[in-house]
């Protein structure tokens, strides 16, 4: 799978070892920087960037990550067909995908360390969206709601 990742200064460490994880799983990065650690960068630029890579069909899904992962989730949610949300559980990070279809996991490099990130990650990208009648039903109510921004 083809996953963009992208983090402010605030992710930039964290940032490298999720993008080894998903390398060693077998997916290709669509990497949306910070290419250098700028304590001036914002979190909605790389967002933005994540989004639009999802946007256009380079990537199927995506990680952002910043020092909460709150502002990074914030900011993606506000693109049309994104759907984040921050996750610091294996649970949520598997199950938005399996009921919400959540297409990007935010994460806070202030508040998980690498190894929970790395099962944070795996939980993610093995997650498929169930497709059963009332998760669809959900989801196209959410869909609507973006359509009438």
């Known amino acids: 799978m083809n996953i963009a990742v992208g983090a402010d200064h605030g992710g930039f460490i964290l940032k490298q070892v999720v993008v080894e994880q998903l ?45 909460s992962g709150v502002g990074a989730a914030v900011a993606a949610t506000k693109m049309r067909g994104i759907r984040s949300s921050v996750c610091h559980d294996t649970y949520s990070a598997h199950q938005a995908v399996e009921h919400d279809d959540m297409n990007v996991l935010s994460l806070g490099a202030r508040v998980v360390g690498d190894e929970l990130a790395k099962e944070l990650v795996r939980a993610f990208v093995a997650a498929r969206f169930d497709g059963g009648e009332r998760f669809q039903r959900r989801l196209n109510k959410v869909l609507e709601m973006e359509g009438n921004k």
């Open 23 to 67: 390398k060693q799983l077998g997916h290709t990065i669509v990497d949306c920087g910070a290419d250098t650690l700028n304590p001036a960068d914002d979190y909605p630029d790389f967002a933005r960037a994540v989004g639009e890579a999802i946007q256009r069909g380079a990537a199927e899904r995506g990680v952002l990550i910043c020092g």
